[in-house]
């Protein structure tokens, strides 16, 4: 039947072959689903959870219909095709659907393969309109208004495909598959390649507090960090051996350092698909774990999702399928190294969207390093990674590649999470190469990937984090001193290591890592030292102070993990979240609050020994070192000599900036 009808809660628009569902999913927000296929369906993956029962209004008539759910209300027309969001209190207008005059439609469905379809969602650009979000990626922008994004997840970009408007609304696409968003001048155009509907979910919020709380209602919200992962974390590629992992947690005790988090980096397995340790190099995990507990240091260990042919595990798991497939030629995903044979091998990449294949991942690290006492895990390759990027001719669990291979990190992320919570253990943590929407209720932090070591990637850096806190990932960070290259010896990296150092102590999770030169790239990639003594002594005496001031913020912190995991508020934040009423606030990208009362302005740039500085309007400033109070609403120049990041307390708030003697 052709028009409108209510069915329940939802407003349901018959037109031709379309269907399309409204329906309020949470406050002040509304779903809507569209196909050109025989129904609207409920089992396809997604990111949402199940919504708390709402009231709404629905109106119909014969040319008009709408629904209201609180600050939020659709608008439809028989004879325009599209769907109108605004605000029923005033009127005005947060988002709508455009087509242009002949074609394409708003929404216009393309036959794929199947039942699937290239769909395609057209909504009208606005010239003072800021978009946010999107997960993270390289391009250096914190503002996306102008940028065209793949919906792909690989090394150093990841794909959340949740915006934040200036305008007063945040908008998730509801949909695993590969695709991308065109957030142009004329128009905003979101592509799924393949899958058998749209959908997407649209909330409304008076501040971006408010649209995170409703979105996190609407995902899941963050575990509360647990209190060892939000001191300092020491990582490197790689320490090779039990005894050489043990000797670094060692030497920072000796030191007086604090070290809350050691890593054991990959090839500590003999083959991929062990998921255990190498007995020659590691012979007893249970006494190393126990050492560093009396240490007060978790261990956290590399977790591939990949499989080298040779594994035992490998037949068993081909047998029950519990691999990727591939939809032509042998399912080789990626070729890489391995301890044996020498040199490239090709390895089989589990399906995380498989719940067998979760499961029997987590029953393997179960034997291999949880029962050792191993409680921390890094997946690393969550993306997966693969090569070339042919999603076309990925076979999930789930599906094509196209349709569904975009929900892999969160699934991953999903297995170990549920097989912790199935140990008994409530404090869960998972370090992790990408995420999509919902995996902030897996536990899963996200780190900035393989990324090169210069003060140019650093500036990205910021804005990366800064998008992925307004994508509702609260736990974040990146390779401190960035990932490829860097000479310990080399002035231009020392410097760069202070100042990614200094950024790093006011990221969520603060960890040091990288391939440092001499770096062995054959047979088994490896690098040089990467300890905060291991820059010369300048360096040191810089980075260790920063240690001991993370530590004197522990307290501060672990109240902004509280909100995070209680309201979805990052801690870590552009100026405008804190500050909405400042329109000049919405223009700073190099700067950030973490939490509500310290303000950072990282040094960007090399030789830079000041900078400049923004302060928000509605409050004074203190400056942290030297207790200056200023007030708000304008722009000064701060000292900032290599061994001081520039730092602001907000109105009367006091922290623990400076040590006391």
């Not at 005005?92 to 039942?115: I, K």
């Not at 500085?613 to 070192?625: D, I, N, R």
């Amino acid at each position: 039947m052709a028009g409108f009808e209510q069915q329940d809660q939802a407003l349901v628009w018959n037109l031709g072959h379309q269907t399309v569902r409204i329906e309020p999913w949470g406050s002040d927000s509304l779903r809507v689903r569209a196909t050109e296929n025989a129904e609207i369906r409920d089992d396809l993956p997604q990111a949402l959870v199940a919504p708390p029962a709402t009231t709404v209004q629905i109106e119909i008539n014969a040319a008009r219909a709408s629904i209201r759910n609180g600050s939020m209300a659709a608008e439809v027309w028989l004879d325009k095709n599209t769907i109108r969001f605004i605000n029923p209190n005033t009127g005005g207008e947060y988002l709508a659907e455009d087509a242009p005059r002949h074609w394409p439609p708003a929404r216009n469905f393309r036959h794929a393969a199947g039942d699937n379809f290239e769909v395609q969602a057209r909504f009208k650009a606005y010239e003072d309109e800021r978009l946010y979000g999107l997960g993270q990626h390289q391009h250096g922008y914190l503002d996306q208004k102008g940028c065209v994004i793949d919906l792909v997840q690989f090394n150093t970009e990841s794909s959340v495909p949740f915006l934040l408007s200036s305008r007063g609304y945040g908008f998730l696409w509801n949909n695993p598959a590969v695709g991308r968003v065109e957030l142009g001048r004329n128009a905003t155009r979101w592509i799924a390649h393949a899958t058998v509907q749209l959908d997407y979910w649209i909330t409304a919020g008076s501040t971006p507090a408010d649209i995170l709380e409703h979105y996190a209602d609407a995902t899941g919200y963050t575990p509360m960090m647990p209190d060892w992962a939000m001191g300092f974390w020491q990582c490197k590629l790689r320490y090779s051996t039990q005894e050489e992992l043990l000797s670094v947690a060692r030497e920072y005790k000796r030191r007086g350092l604090p070290l809350s988090v050691i890593v054991a980096d990959f090839f500590h397995w003999s083959l991929q698909g062990d998921w255990q340790f190498d007995p020659a190099k590691w012979p007893d995990p249970a006494a190393m774990v126990r050492e560093l507990e009396e240490l007060g240091i978790k261990l956290m260990v590399s977790i591939w999702p990949t499989v080298n042919a040779l594994n035992p595990n490998f037949k068993e798991m081909q047998q029950r399928g519990l691999l990727i497939r591939t939809e032509r030629g042998i399912p080789v995903l990626l070729s890489y190294v391995d301890n044996k044979p020498e040199g490239p091998v090709n390895l089989y990449i589990y399906d995380a969207t498989n719940p067998e294949a979760r499961q029997y991942i987590w029953q393997k690290a179960r034997a291999g390093y949880y029962r050792h006492g191993v409680k921390a895990w890094w997946l690393d390759e969550t993306e997966p990674e693969i090569d070339p990027l042919h999603f076309d001719n990925m076979r999930y669990h789930l599906g094509n590649g196209q349709a569904v291979a975009n929900i892999y990190p969160m699934m991953h992320a999903r297995g170990f999470y549920e097989g912790m919570q199935a140990e008994g253990e409530q404090e869960i943590l998972l370090l992790c190469r990408a995420a999509w929407a919902g995996s902030q209720r897996y536990g899963a932090a996200v780190w900035t990937g393989d990324i090169y070591s210069t003060f140019e990637v650093l500036q990205a850096q910021v804005r990366a984090g800064l998008n992925m806190a307004l994508s509702g990932i609260p736990w974040w960070c990146t390779d401190i001193g960035g990932f490829y290259g860097g000479d310990p010896d080399s002035p231009y990296f020392r410097e760069l290591i202070v100042r990614w150092f200094q950024f790093g102590a006011f990221c969520p999770l603060f960890r040091l890592h990288g391939w440092r030169e001499p770096a062995v790239r054959y047979p088994i990639p490896s690098g040089g030292s990467n300890e905060v003594w291991s820059f010369g002594d300048e360096a040191y005496a810089i980075l260790s102070g920063y240690l001991f001031l993370r530590e004197r913020l522990r307290s501060y912190i672990a109240t902004q993990m509280r909100l995070a995991h209680e309201k979805g508020i990052p801690p870590m934040r552009p100026l405008f979240f804190d500050f909405p009423q400042d329109a000049a606030s919405f223009n700073i990208d190099d700067q950030f609050m973490f939490g509500p009362d310290l303000m950072v302005a990282p040094v960007l740039h090399q030789g830079e020994r000041n900078r400049s500085v923004y302060l928000p309007t509605g409050t004074s400033w203190k400056e942290a070192w030297s207790d200056q109070v200023l007030d708000g609403g304008q722009m000064i120049t701060a000292d900032a000599p290599l061994d001081r990041i520039p730092l602001y307390l907000r109105g009367q708030a006091r922290l623990p900036i400076r040590a006391v003697n």
